[in-house]
């Protein structure tokens, strides 16, 4: 999937606050939206090569949206809305290995207090599916969430009172690099998320985790990855 149509070279020089990077294109300094509100350790370095992708328009505040940062010898994707497309793709395609024999899929669907993501309906039940984009990693382990998640933890509630009523609900997780060898609940920064996580998992919620190709141009779904569980993998 491409991010976009007009894409530009730039260096990282500060992040005056989540919504906005301070970058220097061609000699010259602008500022960029960055669409990731999270803390992004690691990543948003003074000096690292960036891609931005130039999007002017009369509602915006930046012309520019700074969607991928070099990592190493990698590319990592920053723009957190693009794991929801590239999982709608493979939905849409019947393409993604972790779900199969459905139809329909409806996408913003409101149930409870809450929206998900998607539903897709299979022959004797419905599902309702939640995406989480994953950006924070140390030593291949993806770690979710980088910053405290009220709206995490109430997506869980909801996905496990979706099962007890006999619904399928899912969470997919999706890191958008590609040298991430498994997704686990971040607890040292958010412990009731990851508490909320191994109820949903022991009350029937499926986990499932994808990492990603990344190039300069381009974020596509690479390989199935393993959910671990207070260090237990789930199956």
């Not at 690099?177 to 997704?183: Q, Y």
């Amino acid at each position: 999937m491409k991010l976009g149509e007009r894409i530009v070279d730039g260096i990282f020089l500060e992040r005056p606050n989540r919504y906005l990077a301070r970058v220097k294109i061609d000699g010259e300094e602008i500022k960029a939206h960055v669409p990731d509100p999270g803390r992004l350790p690691g990543l948003m370095i003074p000096g690292r090569l960036v891609r931005l992708v130039y999007n002017p328009g009369p509602k915006r505040k930046t012309d520019y949206s700074l969607v991928l940062v070099r990592h190493g010898s990698i590319w990592v994707s920053v723009y957190p809305v693009f794991a929801n497309k590239l999982v709608e793709k493979e939905l849409s395609e019947f393409k993604l290995s972790c779900l199969s024999g459905y139809n329909n899929l409806n996408r913003e669907v409101k149930w409870g207090k809450s929206r998900f993501d998607f539903q897709v309906n299979f022959p004797e039940v419905k599902a309702f599916i939640e995406v989480k984009s994953v950006s924070l990693v140390k030593n291949g382990e993806g770690r979710f969430p980088d910053a405290p998640t009220e709206r995490g933890v109430k997506h869980l509630r909801e996905l496990i009172d979706q099962k007890n009523e006999g619904l399928r609900a899912i969470v997919i997780f999706v890191s958008q690099r590609s040298d991430t060898r498994s997704i686990t609940s971040n607890d040292d920064i958010d412990p009731v998320f990851g508490e909320w996580l191994k109820k949903a998992f022991l009350a029937g919620v499926e986990l499932y985790a994808y990492n990603c190709k990344v190039t300069k141009n381009t974020v596509s779904i690479k390989n199935k990855i393993p959910v671990f569980i207070k260090n237990k993998l789930v199956k």
